[in-house]
Nanobody, 122 residues
Framework: QVQLVESGGGLVQPGGSLRLSCAAS????????MAWYRQAAGKQRELVAR???????NYTDSVKGRFTISRDNAKNTVYLQMNSLKLEDTAVYYC????????????????WGQGTQVSVSS
């Protein structure tokens, strides 16, 4: 079993910054990709940013230039630095990881964190 534990959410004013962290633990052989999703009230969950094991990243258009995803492979941890936050960034942010749990296996499983609330309000 694999657990993802997120931290770093909170309340911030527009234009402010927050840094989210997500640490993976458990039966991990390797992690192919880690990502952040978010779900605002009444809306579908959407991909915010993803980083693969080699370091390549992609972002949804609305956060490009403001958010930065990074990972520490040694710690199985992914971060999301969020700058210039806007009201529309308010959502529950979820960590996601594609985890290979056995050596010599190409099968990976998707795991989710419990979510952390980010609220942007004046």
């Amino acid at each position: 079993q694999v657990q993802l534990v997120e931290s770093g959410g909170g309340l911030v004013q527009p234009g402010g910054s927050l840094r989210l962290s997500c640490a993976a633990s458990g039966s991990i052989f390797s992690i192919n990709a880690m990502a952040w999703y978010r779900q605002a009230a009444g809306k579908q969950r959407e991909l915010v940013a993803r980083i693969i094991s080699g370091g390549s990243t992609n972002y949804t258009d609305s956060v490009k230039g403001r958010f930065t995803i990074s990972r520490d492979n040694a710690k199985n941890t992914v971060y999301l630095q969020m700058n210039s936050l806007k009201l529309e960034d308010t959502a529950v942010y979820y960590c996601n990881a594609a985890v290979v749990t056995k050596a010599y296996s190409s099968v990976y499983y998707q795991y989710w964190g419990q979510g952390t609330q980010v609220s942007v309000s004046s």
